[in-house]
């Protein structure tokens, strides 16, 4: 199959209402950062990463620490289009015993590389993995997605400076850049300033694009493992909140955590098809 | 020999053999003993610098990756600093990495308050599925290590550094879940950890001067606790002392009476830092500013022994 534009924008409507659809089965959810980081997971997913469905513990494997682990719904959809679990499954989202919670969880949903949830950890993690990648020298390529609130958290700064004085060239992370965080936008909570001089002075190959061109995130990634000069990858998505459907987008900073009714559902399943 | 040194040797003949252990510390490898080990393995022992967050959640990352490393700093930046990491990154995600804190409670001497955990054995119990393991002396250490290492989940290894005396027999045979009765009595269960084991003993000297026959159980796992061990003693003698190098809440106090209680309600009494925070001091003078002494073991043995015969007494009136 042919990856361009028209195949990614499809595939990632597809993923999007897969998401709307099974956060609005429960009537609440992360539906801001699920849809602003759908077109990254899309890409990475269906053009980038070196996973099989039949077999989610596979040596040597690419791998994904979702560390905004708040954005599960929209990485089970992509795992389920892929086919490590059921599609049917995405249905049993948050609802007791089910596989699929609100935040990652590694030890319940087959794909998921990294428990996560609570904030700035799992990209340390991530550089745990990136170091035992590098012992066993199996080549895997370690991707990160990280939130700009989460930015706010000393320990991605423990990390960023280890994964740079380490050399980390296997580690590519994203910052899914909405500007808007629970209490607020992140310019008037706890500005991150000039994020891209943070990560450069950092010690890491920045990058700057449009979080929601498939094209320009595949180029940057390609991008990163050719010219990172043995540094670690950053990659800063400008990205929009509920991307994709207006009126998650036009709630704006309340669409962190918030409800959607059956009605709402389709009104978004609508715009995404 | 000093217990870091008996530490980083087991690490270092363990590492020959299994290339899955990895060591990492922030910045307290001198300290811990642990520094000589990264000419021989470069790439599994390194150190991440004073960042014992980033630490936590690097080695439950090096653990989905098949590795199983040691974490080291001192007892309070190795839980209560990071109780979340190892909470989340380590045990919920249970990842298989071994905590390792030095400088338990009054050990951390000149060091003082700052560094003196009085919480963490508290904290670490608190966490589902950690193992918590403080041993007595270097034999102990040197026979833990392999089951340590089998063990397939979160162990929180509290580590005296420097050197203790002699507890046990070389040809001691080491259980991680069993608790150890080093001197059997009948009048009295004196159950201690760590340093205390040591007063402990004394203390059964002093009150076997004084006819009373103390049980001295060390418990070197206090989670999981070995309570069927700590049971059939006080089913024996009727009453129990803890001591420890921790507040009296969160640790082996707790532990015990939580067992006894629910099982065998006996009367406890109990010896350790009375919820207050530790200060500077040689461990000397530390013990006797936190009463942890023999002499305080065996008084609280008598009120335990007191209490005991009281309820006994009283049990006849009726």
């Known amino acids: 199959m042919i990856k361009d534009r028209a195949f990614f924008e499809a595939k990632s409507s597809e993923i999007r209402r897969l998401t709307v659809q099974c956060i609005g089965d429960l009537g609440v959810g992360h539906l801001g950062g699920c849809l602003s980081v759908v077109d990254v997971l899309t890409v990475l997913y269906y053009a980038v990463m070196n996973v099989d469905p039949k077999n989610p513990h596979m040596e040597g494997r690419d791998r994904l620490v979702l560390s905004k682990g708040h954005a599960g719904p929209a990485l089970y959809s992509i795992l389920a289009d892929k086919g490590f679990f059921p599609k049917e499954e995405l249905s049993t989202l948050n609802r007791a015993g089910t596989n699929l919670p609100s935040h990652c969880d590694m030890l319940r949903t087959p794909g998921v590389d990294m428990t996560t949830g609570a904030l700035g950890q799992g990209f340390s993690c991530a550089v745990g993995i990136a170091i035992g990648s590098k012992i066993k020298k199996d080549n895997a390529t370690i991707y990160a997605v990280i939130g700009d609130g989460e930015s706010q958290e000393g320990q991605i700064w423990e990390a960023a400076m280890y994964a740079s004085h380490r050399k980390l060239d296997n580690l590519i992370a994203f910052t899914d850049y909405n500007r808007l965080q629970i209490d607020g936008p992140t310019a008037e909570i706890n500005s991150l300033g000039d994020l891209a001089a943070k990560w450069t002075s950092f010690g890491w190959f920045v990058q700057r694009i449009d979080g929601h061109d498939h094209l320009a995130i595949l180029e940057a990634v390609q991008k990163a493992k050719a010219d990172n000069q043995g540094r670690p990858s950053m990659i800063i998505l400008d990205t929009v909140k509920g991307k994709g459907v207006s009126f998650i987008e036009e709630a704006g900073v309340n669409n962190h955590n918030m409800p959607i009714t059956q009605e709402q559902v389709q009104i978004a399943l609508e715009e995404l098809s | ?318």
Not at chain 2, 7 to 22: G, K, N, S, T
Not at chain 2, 273 to 292: A, C, M, P, S
Not at chain 2, 295 to 312: L, T
């Open chain 2, 1 to 318: 020999m000093e217990m870091r040194g008996i530490f980083a040797a087991e690490l270092d003949r363990m590492m020959e053999q299994d290339e899955r252990i990895v060591v990492i510390d922030a910045d307290l490898a001198k300290a811990n003993g642990t520094l000589l080990l990264r000419e021989k393995y470069p790439d599994r022992a390194f150190d991440v610098g004073v960042a014992e967050q980033n630490m936590a959640s690097i080695a439950a990352g090096l653990a989905s990756y098949g590795f199983i490393p040691f974490i080291t700093s001192f007892c309070p930046f190795a839980t209560r600093r990071i109780c979340d990491q190892i909470a989340v990154s380590i045990a919920y995600a249970s990842q298989n990495v071994k905590i390792v804190g030095s400088d338990p409670g009054i050990s951390a001497e000149l060091n003082g308050g700052t560094h003196m955990s009085v919480e963490d054995l508290g904290i670490m119990r608190a966490i589902p599925s950690m193992t918590v393991f403080e041993p007595v002396d270097g034999i102990q250490l040197k026979k833990a290590m392999p089951q340590i290492i089998e063990h397939n989940g979160p162990v929180y290894l509290r580590l005296f550094r420097k050197k203790r005396p002699r507890i046990l027999a070389e040809d001691y045979e080491f259980n991680l879940s069993r608790a150890d009765i080093l001197q059997a009595g009948s009048d009295v269960t004196i159950a201690a950890s760590g340093i205390m084991v040591e007063e402990a003993l004394k203390a059964r000297a002093v009150l076997k001067g004084q006819g009373i026959e103390a049980e001295v159980i060390n418990v070197h796992t206090l989670k999981p606790l070995d309570s069927e061990t700590i049971l059939k003693s006080v089913v024996k003698t009727g009453c129990i002392v803890t001591a420890e190098n921790h507040n009296i809440i969160g640790g082996l106090r707790s532990a015990v009476a939580e067992a006894v209680a629910e099982n065998f309600p006996v009367p406890l009494r109990s010896v350790g830092i009375q919820d207050v925070f530790g200060e500077v001091g040689r461990l000397g003078e530390l013990k006797e500013i936190f009463g942890l002494t023999a002499e305080n073991i065996a008084a609280k043995a008598q009120e335990a022994i007191a209490a005991k015969n009281s309820q006994r007494t009283g049990g006849k009136q009726k």
